[in-house]
C-alpha cells in the first residue's frame, strides 16, 4: 500500500482526522501491511494485545466466547475501521476475538511505534488519547443499545403469547426503535392450515409490496439483502417455515451500517426463531391433549 493511500486511510478515521499530513505521514511509516484469507485469525480472546489494527479491504468478526462453548459475534467491521485499539494503551489481554470473513487486507500499529510517533509531541500525545476515549464512549453506547434490545426481546418472549402472530407484532415493536437511523419493519407468520403468510404487524413510514407476504422457497437464504434498503429474515425450524421480517431502511446504509443491521437482526431472527418453535411446540402439546381427553371420554 503505498504511502499517500496509507495517509489517506488514517485520515479517513476518527482517531487521526485531525492531524496534519505531516504528522500522519510519520505515523504511516509504521503500518505492517497483514495479509489474511477467510477464517484467519487477527488476535485471539484472552491473549495480551499489541497494538491494533485498520481494516483496507474486506471485513473482520470480532466475537466474543460464550458459557457453552459457543461465540457470539459483537462487529463486523469493514474497510475504514480500527479494532484492538485499546492494547495502544496496556498489554491487558484482548477482551473480544478477531477472525477473517472472508480475504481481507490490515494494517497493524504497535504499541512501541506509537509511542515513538507520540514521544515528538506532548500536546499530540494528549489529543489522541482524547479522541480514543471518545470513539470508546462511541462504541459503548452502541453496544449498550444492543445490550438493552436484546434484553427488551428476551423479556418478551417469556411473556405469554396466544399466536405466532401476536408474539411477531409485539417483537416489532421492540426492535425497530434500537435500530440505527430510521427503519420500517413487517412481519409474518407461516399457516401451515392454508400454507399462506398471515400478516403479523408492520411498523414505520413505509408500506411493504405484496412480496413481503409471500411464501419464502425452500431454497431461500435465512438473511439477505432483497435491495439495497431492505433486509429479509426467514425464521425457520429445522422442518419447518415459521415465518418471515423485512426490515427497511428509510436511507441506503453504507456497509458497515449493513454489516451492524445484517449482525444485530441474526440475533433477533434467532431468539424469535426459538421463542416461535416453543409456541408451535406448546400448541401441538395442547392439540393432543385435548385429543387424548377426547378420546378417554369417547371410551366410557
Known sequence: MASTDRVALLRSLELFDQYPEERLRGLSSYLEPVSLADGDEVFSEGTPGDGMYFVVSGRVRVTKKLSDGGKKDLASLGPGDCLGEMALLDAAKRSAGAYASGPCELLRLKRDDLKKWLAADPALAMQFFAELVSVQSRRLRRTSSELALMQELSTLLVEPA??????????????????????????????????????????????????????????????????????????????????????????????NRKAEA????????RLLTSALENLDFRADEALRRRLQARNDAQSF
Open 262 to 269: 445484517d449482525r444485530t437482526l441474526a440475533s433477533v431472527a
Open 162 to 255: 396466544s399466536s405466532p402472530v401476536s408474539l411477531l407484532d409485539r417483537a416489532l415493536s421492540r426492535v425497530v426503535p434500537h435500530l440505527d437511523g430510521e427503519w420500517s419493519a413487517c412481519a409474518h407468520a407461516y399457516n401451515p392450515y392454508n400454507e399462506e403468510m398471515d400478516p403479523a404487524g408492520a411498523l414505520g413510514p413505509e408500506a411493504f409490496g405484496p412480496e413481503a407476504g409471500a411464501l419464502p422457497s425452500k431454497a431461500a437464504p435465512e438473511r439477505a439483502w432483497a435491495d439495497e434498503r431492505t433486509l429479509v429474515l426467514v425464521l425457520r425450524a429445522p422442518t419447518k417455515l415459521l415465518g418471515s421480517l423485512r426490515f427497511r431502511a428509510a436511507a441506503a446504509p453504507d456497509e
